[in-house]
């Protein structure tokens, strides 16, 4: 066998060398990575250092609380913290209110919404109506909630309420109308309170006077029908009747006795043996007055003692009821709920929206996240493929 005998003939063509230019970093990037991830955050660098328009933030704080609140217990603050609190409630209640087209009817009549959400050189993703949104009145009434935040620290019971406006003093003065509009609600809630208890109160009041009066006119029919003020004053009086004739009764048996011991057939014994029977005829008819058959006074002063029950405790209903009426009107006298400002809404000199850093570094953040997922899928998916 005889050794491999290699000889020169020329240059190497170039085809066969590995003298290549070296490809640009850019050729190398993956075009999937380009459309995922460079084009979206490209465009957020766009957007929000060149097209965003800055919006203005007026803040302002405050609390609502009742008058006569007293300092709540561990158990209140745990219920509190649980939203069982009754002023929480009552926050909530103009946490409401400003969301609500009521408060939108209310920044409506004072503003021109269409220019203040939309002022001339506001860029068309930050201005209403959008490219995708009409300018109808449901339209501008979900456009002007995106300009409204408000949230409440459960802790403090704080209530913040966030206002964004192209313009510094147009985003102070739609917070400064909310904020009345949620005192006015306020107001009003103390109003519709105090009439409900005064009108519940007067109408007890109403009752009571006209079961007493029904009561009284029962009596006085009574007293008519049986010709006597009072029965228990008729009942004494018979009773004490009927003590002193049986008085006089014991007496004249005392004296027929003596008489009987003396001279037995004195003629003075019939006499008053006819006095006897006389004060006991006149003793048996005036029991029977009082306690007999259904004419008697017995029947008579129970129902005048049933009218005179009736009546009396009617008259305690009116005194009740007077005071109750009386306690209301005083109550609804003070106001029980309050709104302080604990915070007056700001004028901003500063816009602080929209935080463009933030955003942008968001987008990139969420379409590398995007792009790793899809990668991990798709490598997946080939090595599967090649199993």
Same mark, same amino acid.
């Given at each position: ?11 190497? &063509? ?7 230019? &070296? ?96 002022? /001339? ?109 009072? &029965? ?30 003396? /001279? &037995? ?115 997946? /998916? ?6």
């Amino acid at each position: 066998m005889t050794d491999p005998n290699l000889t020169y003939l020329g240059p190497i &063509p170039k085809a066969l060398t590995y003298d290549k230019k &070296p490809t640009p970093w850019w050729k190398r990037v993956p075009l999937a990575f380009i459309i995922v991830v460079v084009v979206p955050t490209v465009l957020a660098v766009i957007y929000y250092l060149i097209i965003a328009s800055p919006r203005y933030v007026s803040e302002t704080m405050f609390i609502v609380r009742a008058a006569n609140a007293s300092q709540p217990s561990s158990l209140g603050f745990a219920l509190e913290g649980v939203g069982l609190g009754t002023t929480q409630s009552d926050a909530f209640a103009v946490h409401k209110y400003v969301t609500s087209r009521d408060a939108f009817n209310d920044v409506s009549r004072q503003f021109d919404l269409p220019k203040v959400l939309a002022p /001339a050189g506001a860029d068309p993703f930050s201005r209403f109506p959008r490219p995708w949104e009409k300018r109808t009145n449901e339209g501008y009434f979900k456009g002007f909630q995106r300009f409204i935040d408000i949230g409440y620290d459960s802790s403090t019971g704080i209530t913040t309420l966030r206002v964004e406006a192209f313009s510094p003093r147009e985003a102070r003065a739609m917070t400064e109308t909310l904020l009345v509009g949620s005192e006015s609600l306020i107001n009003r809630m103390n109003e519709r309170s105090a009439g409900d208890a005064i009108k519940e109160a007067t109408e007890a009041r109403d009752r009571a006077r006209q079961r007493l009066s029904e009561a009284q006119q029962q009596l006085t029919g009574f007293r008519n029908r049986e010709q006597f003020i009072d &029965p228990e004053t008729t009942a004494t009086e018979s009773t004490r009747l009927i003590g002193g004739l049986l008085s006089t009764v014991a007496q004249l048996r005392a004296e027929r006795a003596q008489v009987m011991g003396e /001279a &037995p057939s004195s003629p003075q014994l019939p006499i008053i043996n006819s006095r006897i029977a006389a004060y006991e005829g006149q003793i048996a008819r005036e029991r029977a007055k009082i306690a007999g058959d259904s004419g008697s006074l017995a029947p008579k002063l129970s129902a005048y003692e049933d009218l005179s029950l009736n009546r009396e405790f009617a008259d305690r209903e009116l005194t009740a009821a007077t005071a109750a009426l009386t306690n209301a009107e005083a109550e609804a006298r003070r106001q029980k709920l309050y709104l302080d400002r604990i915070v007056a809404p700001s004028t901003p000199d500063e816009a602080s929206e929209p935080h463009r850093l933030v955003a942008i570094l968001t987008v990139l953040i969420s379409t590398l996240l995007a792009y790793s997922l899809g990668w991990f899928i798709w490598a997946g /998916a080939r090595e599967h493929r090649q199993d």
